[in-house]
């Protein structure tokens, strides 16, 4: 299984909405990570959590909230945003987040498009 | 720092016809990987091909193949025989130092026309 999956696959909330993505993956991987993707752009780093816990914090605001449960699960908490995050977030697994003398290759899921009002 | 440049924002290329996608990277690192994602309108991010800069064989996947110029910092694409199934974004992307971040280039949208 190389299947990294994301719920909802859609999600509309006003600015004053509390609302959750969630990420899961099988793979046996370690680390885990949250992109933000604007149209006909690259993906740009949120946060990368190595052995579920924190690792990297691309310095996103505070409305953004990650949690890692567990090795296969991820979190991203959403509360108070702004028109401006309305964007394609992605979630990606890799063995490590560290560098390896083998191949160490990030799977992305299909990602939730979020639609702030 | 390391950075990604993909110089066309756009190409086009008949069925069937071969087309190349440009990259140029810039690293101080002697120990990274470079990779091609390609990502449909259906949005998945997929891995096409990678190439281990200690390596000087290039890599090559089915129709897809690169050409990986370590000296020049180049590492392009090329797509051979291609397919409707091709079109979409490609994104060229480099890993290397500590940590397995990736720093991805602005990408080439790449419409196949029958």
């Known amino acids: 299984d190389t299947e990294v999956t994301q719920t909802p696959k859609h999600l509309v909330m006003g600015m004053t909405n509390k609302k959750s993505l969630k990420c899961e993956q099988h793979m046996g991987h370690r680390a885990m990570y949250w992109y933000k993707q604007k149209a006909k752009k690259p993906p740009e780093l949120m946060f990368v959590?190595?052995?579920?816990?924190?690792?990297i914090n691309e310095s996103v605001p505070s409305r953004f909230s990650p949690e890692c449960p567990n090795s296969s699960l991820l979190n991203l908490h959403l509360h108070a945003l702004q028109p401006e995050d309305s964007a394609l977030y992605l979630c990606a697994s890799s063995r490590t987040s560290s560098l390896e003398k083998r191949y160490n290759e990030q799977f992305f899921g299909p990602g939730t498009r979020l639609t702030v009002l | 720092a390391q950075t990604v440049t993909q110089s066309q924002p756009e190409m086009s290329v008949q069925e069937a016809e071969t087309v190349t996608l440009s990259c140029t990277y810039d690293?101080?690192?002697?120990?990274?990987?470079l990779f091609w994602y390609k990502q449909p309108p259906s949005r998945q991010m997929i891995l096409v091909i990678r190439q281990e800069a200690y390596k000087q064989q290039n890599a090559t996947e089915n129709r897809f193949s690169v050409n990986f110029q370590k000296a020049a910092k180049s590492f392009s694409l090329k797509i051979s025989d291609s397919q409707l199934g091709d079109t979409a974004m490609y994104f060229c992307?480099?890993?290397?130092?500590?940590?397995?971040?990736?720093?991805f280039g602005t990408g080439t949208l790449l419409a196949v026309q029958p």
């Open positions: 959590y190595s052995y579920e816990k924190l690792s």
């Open positions: 690293t101080s690192e002697n120990n990274y990987y």
């Open positions: 992307a480099f890993v290397g130092g500590a940590t397995n971040k990736l720093i």
